[in-house]
């Protein structure tokens, strides 16, 4: 009977649970044998892999994180441990491997698959939503609807005391949480890291605003959208209002997948087995206007992944 071999690696996101039930129990319907990598690379180079079965990923659809969890693995790097890494799965008679993670995951995916001719397959499970070829990655729903959640509950405070409120979260390279929480919780400002803001033009914002008799303002910041301190101590000069600041930091990472994440693990899982099926391997699969689809692996991570600045230009305009 043939195998396969899943891990997760990198950032965990709400959804590989889901993720990981839907390739056992659908890669047993195919009539493979499933196997788990526990800690990602670092497991696979030390070889903590076991044999997974139905019940093995039983009362895992609705939880956060990752049962077989994740660690980053920077001797992952050397040409060596990888070959170590191989030796591994070849031991078990293992030549087909679903890497569920982000760019950093997939990098690894394709040394496997370039240098040993290992068949992998990426789905793509994080938050922050920066791989380009794929319009939604796994977890980012749910890490949004998390930032939302902090959002609402923030603007009830902000109304009351009249606040300047900050919501910092994470996106250091990619502001796609902030770009969507932002929007779906009518902020008043958005700071990316792909579009440079002037701060002195928020400040002066805040002071318009406040003249057209809006009391509260909430902006959302990305993490790699500048100098947070410098944008502070930017409103207080002008406003001479200090804003409040919430962090929400790893809170981002956990919870329970929605339900958009929960179905969209299950349709990558089961096309990612169906590829391996038909032979095929360095593939990432995606979903593009809705439909699921792979591409070749080194493509995808090739693309380059820009703002929406569409979406954008409709934060600005709403919160005139």
Do not use: W
Not at 39 to 57: E, H, N, T
Not at 87 to 97: A, G, M, P, T, V
Not at 105 to 131: R, W
């Amino acid at each position: 009977m043939k195998k396969i071999a899943v891990l997760t690696s990198g950032g965990d996101a709400p959804g590989m649970n889901a993720c990981l039930r839907a390739v056992v129990r659908y890669g047993i319907y195919r009539e493979y044998k499933i196997y788990g990598i526990e800690r990602g690379y670092a497991g696979l180079i030390k070889g903590d892999i076991f044999q997974m079965y139905p019940r093995s990923v039983s009362d895992i659809i609705q939880r956060g994180g990752t049962i077989l969890k994740t660690a980053r693995s920077l001797e992952f790097k050397q040409f060596e441990v990888r070959e170590q890494a191989v030796e591994n799965l070849r031991s078990r008679d293992i030549d087909n491997l679903i890497v569920i993670g982000g760019d950093g995951s997939y990098a690894g995916a394709l040394a496997l698959h370039k240098e040993f001719g290992i068949n992998v397959i990426g789905i793509p499970g994080t938050i922050d939503n920066d791989l380009a070829y794929t319009d939604f990655t796994l977890g980012f729903d749910t890490a949004v609807n998390t930032v939302l959640g902090a959002i609402n509950n923030l603007r009830d405070t902000n109304a009351s005391h009249e606040r300047v409120s900050i919501v910092e979260v994470m996106g250091r390279n990619c502001g796609d949480i902030a770009l969507y929480s932002g929007l779906a919780g009518g902020c008043e400002y958005v700071l990316v890291p792909e579009i440079k803001t002037d701060f002195k033009e928020v400040a002066e914002r805040v002071n318009l605003s406040a003249k057209r008799g809006k009391t509260s303002n909430m902006i959302v910041f990305a993490e790699g959208a500048g100098d947070k301190t410098e944008l502070i101590s930017t409103i207080k000069q002008i406003t001479g209002r200090t804003p409040t600041v919430t962090t929400l930091g790893h809170i981002q990472r956990g919870g329970s997948p929605s339900n958009v994440d929960r179905v969209l693990a299950a349709q990558f899982a089961s096309y990612a087995v169906d590829l391996l099926c038909k032979g095929e391997g360095a593939k990432a699969v995606g979903i593009k206007d809705n439909k699921i689809f792979a591409m070749d692996l080194e493509a995808a991570l090739n693309e380059k992944k820009d703002i929406d600045k569409n979406l954008y230009k409709m934060t600005q305009l709403l919160s005139l």
